[in-house]
């Protein structure tokens, strides 16, 4: 189920993860892994780039599918240290905005 992330071969972290549904059903009812209509207008996330000593938001990356790339010069440019990459994962929802976190770290 996710998220999952990594390294490609220039550097860029390429972190996907699998859509949620309010109105999920039982995952029983869905034995081959598939997913139900969306009950949002559209797919939407926000994903945060934090910090790992700070926990300040450096960058909020945004997407249209749930995966996104922190490029290699985009880490250059935050000055991320060495070692894992700390995201929070947002979907957007029409009525509240951003919905639960899921924090991962990568």
Same mark, same amino acid.
């Given at each position: 189920?996710?998220?999952?992330?990594?390294?490609?071969?220039?550097?860029?972290?390429?972190?996907?993860?699998?859509?949620?549904?309010?109105?999920?059903?039982?995952?029983? $009812?869905?034995?081959?892994? %598939?997913? @139900?209509?969306?009950?949002?207008?559209?797919?939407?996330?926000? *994903?945060?780039?934090?910090?790992?000593?700070?926990?300040?938001?450096?960058?909020?990356?945004?997407?249209?599918?749930?995966?996104?790339?922190?490029?290699?010069?985009?880490?250059?440019? $935050?000055?991320?240290?060495? %070692?894992? @990459?700390?995201?929070?994962?947002?979907?957007?929802?029409?009525? *509240?905005?951003?919905?639960?976190?899921?924090?991962?770290?990568?």
């Amino acid at each position: 189920q996710g998220p999952f992330g990594g390294f490609n071969s220039v550097g860029d972290c390429v972190l996907t993860w699998r859509r949620g549904e309010r109105y999920e059903f039982a995952h029983a $009812d869905f034995p081959d892994g %598939g997913d @139900i209509e969306m009950s949002e207008l559209s797919e939407a996330y926000e *994903v945060d780039v934090i910090h790992p000593s700070t926990y300040a938001v450096l960058r909020t990356l945004t997407s249209a599918s749930p995966t996104v790339t922190y490029t290699a010069a985009q880490q250059a440019t $935050d000055s991320y240290p060495a %070692g894992p @990459i700390t995201f929070d994962i947002y979907q957007m929802r029409s009525l *509240v905005g951003r919905g639960i976190v899921k924090r991962v770290s990568v």
